[in-house]
């Protein structure tokens, strides 16, 4: 056995190499910067598909991505989508069977954009559970966009239907609001059923029903606010997701332990789309217990994240069971075990 004199030379050593690779790769993107990483994006969409899938490639794909992420701008978007991700949903109606009849549960959806995601929640769990009753927080930093996503009317025109940018018209115009920062339609993921069970339908535009929008609260508020807390109150669950990606390595871990707080002591949190290695620090450094059930499945349940690997900042990485941090690496939900 090592005794602890050596293991911390040996430890200072590799803080040094670390450093020094740091110091390196710093020195790389200021001598090769733009055209490095032209060509490192060129090798990589040159590689046939069934190579990228290979262990070699995917190493090449998280430098790839690691350089993007260092050059990339941030910025919040309020692109969604109705069930994004349905293993992630599934998880949640799991979780519901737990609770005995007449049950109060406590939901925040924290980051909820256009409110897509609350209503998919609020159906998947009333439709299951309509005996439990259901109190649902959502909370966006943006008034105007929270506003929009209360009336929740939603227009099914596509983004390539409207006429300039999204971005410029009015709140008040249901088309443009509905289709800002989306690439596809809000509810591309629907089917005809699902649609039909969840909205009402007038010409082009569909109203979410009555029965789904009731006990939902509305909160305009800043996920890093430390006294978001005391505004929602102790929370069976937390969801936030697809916005941590937005924010700088830094901005991102704390935002991120504020928004744990809101978490009961073994209540879960539903955490995805953001930085792995972020939430990989911090789930270790507080203790939560990762959920292994759908762990994979939810992980891979959001098209869009795993599509924009590598090539994308927010892109998320391939499942790998050989890392050895896997079970919290690619853990999207985790539970609380004591109060943070």
């Not at 009333?126 to 966009?145: F, N």
């Not at 509810?187 to 009402?200: G, H, I």
Request: glycine share 8%; charged share 25%; with cysteine.
């Amino acid at each position: 056995m090592k005794s602890n004199g050596v293991t911390s030379v040996e430890g200072g050593a590799q803080r040094r190499l670390s450093l020094g690779m740091l110091s390196e790769s710093r020195i790389l993107r200021v001598c090769l910067g733009r055209p490095y990483l032209f060509l490192t994006t060129w090798m990589w969409r040159s590689l046939p598909v069934s190579l990228q899938r290979l262990t070699p490639a995917r190493r090449y794909g998280m430098h790839l991505q690691s350089l993007i992420r260092l050059r990339a701008v941030r910025r919040q978007s309020f692109g969604t989508f109705f069930l994004r991700n349905r293993p992630e949903l599934e998880l949640m109606r799991r979780l519901l069977e737990e609770r005995g009849h007449g049950a109060n549960v406590a939901i925040s959806v924290v980051g909820c954009s256009k409110g897509a995601e609350v209503y998919s929640i609020a159906w998947v769990m009333r439709s299951a559970r309509p005996d439990v009753r259901l109190h649902v927080h959502a909370i966006d930093i943006s008034r105007e966009i929270l506003e929009y996503a209360e009336r929740g009317v939603y227009s099914l025109t596509t983004p390539s239907g409207l006429t300039g940018p999204t971005d410029e018209i009015s709140s008040g115009d249901a088309g443009g609001r509905t289709c800002m920062d989306q690439s596809a339609s809000l509810c591309e993921r629907m089917t005809a059923a699902e649609m039909e069970a969840m909205f009402d339908r007038s010409d082009d535009r569909v109203t979410v029903r009555s029965w789904l929008r009731e006990g939902i609260n509305w909160y305009p508020g800043n996920a890093a606010d430390p006294k978001i807390a005391s505004v929602v109150g102790p929370q069976d669950i937390v969801v936030a997701n697809r916005f941590l990606c937005h924010m700088d390595p830094v901005a991102a871990e704390r935002c991120l332990r504020n928004v744990a707080r809101l978490v009961r002591p073994g209540g879960y949190l539903f955490v995805s789309g953001l930085d792995l290695d972020v939430r990989t620090k911090v789930a270790l450094e507080m203790g939560w217990k990762p959920v292994t059930d759908l762990m994979r499945e939810i992980h891979e349940g959001d098209a869009s994240l795993t599509g924009g690997w590598p090539l994308e900042y927010w892109g998320l990485e391939p499942f790998d069971e050989d890392r050895p941090d896997w079970m919290v690496r690619y853990a999207s939900v985790f539970q609380i075990r004591r109060t943070p």
